[in-house]
C-alpha cells in the first residue's frame, strides 16, 4: 500500500505541478535537492542538478517536533541560497509518527465529493481527535480482489499543527509548501530508483530499509512495493558524539567534527566505535526478530542502509553479519546524470543522507 503519494493539505496543492526543490528538514541538518528530467537516447532520465546539506542547530527541533522556528527557517534559508537554486515551491515530509494511516474498503465508481464524504465519515472512527483539528488525504489503491465493485482506499490524517509548523518554517525562508508527503514515503519512492541492483529488481524479496539519523534509527521493511513492517528507535549518531564527548572530554561541537573527521585518539575505533557499531546492529537483528514473530515473514533479503551514520567506516559489514542479511549503501543517484555543479565524491559520502529529500524532489514529474 504504500509508495503512494500523500498530499496532506488539499488546499495548498496546485492543479498543475511546477518542478519542486524537495527539502527534508531533520534534527541534524536540512536536505535540499533538485531534480530535473531530461531526454537521453530517447529516454527519460533524471539529473541531480543541485544538492545542499546544511546544519540545523541544536534542540531546534526535538523529537520530531519544531521547538524554534526561526531557527528552522534561517537553516532553510541558508541552504536555498547556498544551493543556487530558483525553485520556490517544495515538497516537505513529516515523520511517520505524526500521520496515521489506515486503509478501508469503499464502493468503486463513486463520484469525487461522494468518495470525500466517505473518507471523511471513515476518519471520524479512528482519528482521536475532531476533523477540524487535521488534514486529510487519501489514495485509490486500486479495485479489491475478487470484489470488483469495491476499492481498496489508504487514508492520511495529520495534526494541523504539525502541518503548519513545518509550513511555516518554509514560508520564513520565503519558500512555498505546496506538497507534503510522509518520510517513509518519500524514502520508498526513492527506493524505486535503487531496486533496479537488486535480483530481479527486488521483486518478491523482502527488503528493510534502515536509516540510521542523529536521532531515530528508522526500519521500514517493504515487500512488493507494500510495507509490512515499521519501527522506530530513539538511537542514532548523536548517541555515538555523546560518548565521544565524554571519552575524550571534548565540548558536544568538538565531538562531532571529530566524529566526521575521524581525528581520535588510537583508542577510539577499539573502545567508542566498535561497541557503537555493535549496539546498533543488535538493535536491527532485534527488530528483524520482532518483525519474524509478529508476521508471517521468515527472512529478510538485503538491507539499504541510508542516513548519516551509514557513512561510519565498516558498519555495513558488521550490521551484514549480525543480520546475516546482504547489506549496501543505499545511493539513488546511481543512474541519475549529474549536473556539473555537484561532485561525484563528494556525492558518494553524502548520498545515503539525501534519501528522503530525493523521494521529495521526486513529486515534481507525478502524473497530474
Ligand atoms: N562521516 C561521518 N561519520 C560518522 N558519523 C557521521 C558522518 N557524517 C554524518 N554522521 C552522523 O550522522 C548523523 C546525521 O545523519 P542524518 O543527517 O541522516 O540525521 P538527521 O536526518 O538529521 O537525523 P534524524 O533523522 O534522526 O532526525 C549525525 O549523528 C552525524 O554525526
Ligand atoms: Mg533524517
Known sequence: MFGKTFNLDLNLFSPKSPRLLGIDISSSSVKII?????????????RLERYVIEPMSKEAIIDGNIQDLEAVGESIRKGWRKSGSRLKEVALALPAAAVI????VLSAGQREDDMVFQVEAEANQYIPFSLDEVN????VLGPVPDHPEEVEVLIAASRKEKVEDIVAAVQTAGLRAVVMDVEPFAAQAAFELMKHQLPESGESQVIALVDIGASITRINIIHDGESVYARDQPFGGDQLTQEIQNQFNLSIEEAEAAKRKGTLPENYNQDVLQPFCETLALEIARAFQFFFTSTQYMQVDCIFLSGGCATIPGLEAIIAERTQTITQIANPFLNMELSNRVSQRQLKQDAPLLLIACGLAMRSFDPS
Open 101 to 104: 494511516t489506515k486503509k478501508v
Open 136 to 139: 486529510l488525504d487519501f489514495q
Open 34 to 46: 533538485e531534480l530535473s528530467k531530461i531526454k537521453k537516447k530517447s529516454t527519460n532520465m533524471l
